[in-house]
T-cell receptor, first 114, second 112 residues
C-alpha cells in the first residue's frame, strides 16, 4: 500500500459533463501533482498544489482546475468534458524538503468520455 | 519548458541479457532524474533515481548514468528476468516546484 489513494477507480461520463476526481496524499507529503496519461503515452503534467495553492501548471486549458485541502488531499475538476479527455488520471504526492524527490503515485482514475 | 526524449520505444531482449534505455533532456536546470516502471494497468513506480551531482548510481541489477554536459541519462538493467517486462519511463525535474516531465516510455519485453 503506497498511501496515495484515488477515487473513483473508473468513471464514464458524457461529453459536455463535469467530473471531479479525488486524491488523498501519502502521510507526510504536502505536495500533490496531477497527471493525465493517455493510452500508450507518458504521463502529462496538469498542475501541482502546495499549501493549498496551485504551484505550477502544464499545458492544459482552464477547464482543468483543482483544489488542495488543509489535510493535503486534492481534487481535480474537469468541465465541459471532451472525448479526448478520456485517459488515466494519476495523482502523485511528494514532500518538498528543499530538494527534489520521487513521486508516489496513486492507482489512478480511468475516465472514459462518450 | 523541459522536453524529454526517450528511446527506443520498444525493446525485446532474451532473459539474462542486458537492456539499455536512453533519454535526453533540454533544460540545463533540471537536477533530478527518476525512472519509473509501469506494469500493465498499474501505477508508475519509482525504481531508481539520480541527482545532478552524481554521475552513476547502482541498485542491484539496475544502474543509471547521467551526463550533464551532453544532457543525457540512461537506464541499464542487467541479467533481465521476465518480471522486468513493463513500460519504463524516464523523467526530469526542473523548476522550484518539482515539475516532473516524463519521456514517452519504452516497452521492455523479456523473452524467457
Amino acid at each position: 500500500e503506497t498511501g496515495v489513494t484515488q477515487s473513483p477507480t473508473h468513471l464514464i461520463k458524457t461529453r459536455g459533463q463535469q467530473v471531479t476526481l479525488r486524491c488523498s496524499s501519502q502521510s507526510g507529503h504536502n505536495t500533490v501533482s496531477w497527471y493525465q496519461q493517455a493510452l500508450g503515452q507518458g504521463p502529462q503534467f496538469i498542475f501541482q498544489y502546495y499549501r493549498e495553492e496551485e504551484n505550477g501548471r502544464g499545458n492544459f486549458p482552464p477547464r482543468f482546475s483543482g483544489l488542495q485541502f488543509p489535510n493535503y488531499s486534492s481534487e481535480l475538476n474537469v468541465n465541459a468534458l471532451e472525448l479526448d479527455d478520456s485517459a488515466l488520471y494519476l495523482c502523485a504526492s511528494s514532500s518538498v524538503t528543499g530538494g527534489s524527490g520521487g513521486y508516489t503515485f496513486g492507482s489512478g482514475t480511468r475516465l472514459t468520455v462518450v | 519548458g523541459e522536453n524529454v526524449e526517450q528511446h527506443p520505444s520498444t525493446l525485446s531482449v532474451q532473459e539474462g541479457d542486458s537492456a539499455v534505455i536512453k533519454c535526453t533532456y533540454s533544460d540545463s536546470a533540471s537536477n533530478y532524474f527518476p525512472w519509473y516502471k509501469q506494469e500493465l494497468g498499474k501505477r508508475p513506480q519509482l525504481i531508481i533515481d539520480i541527482r545532478s551531482n552524481v554521475g552513476e548510481k547502482k541498485d542491484q541489477r539496475i544502474a543509471v548514468t547521467l551526463n550533464k554536459t551532453a544532457k543525457h541519462f540512461s537506464l541499464h538493467i542487467t541479467e533481465t528476468q521476465p518480471e522486468d517486462s513493463a513500460v519504463y519511463f524516464c523523467a526530469a525535474t526542473s523548476g522550484g516546484y518539482q515539475k516532473v516531465t516524463f519521456g514517452t516510455g519504452t516497452k521492455l519485453q523479456v523473452i524467457p
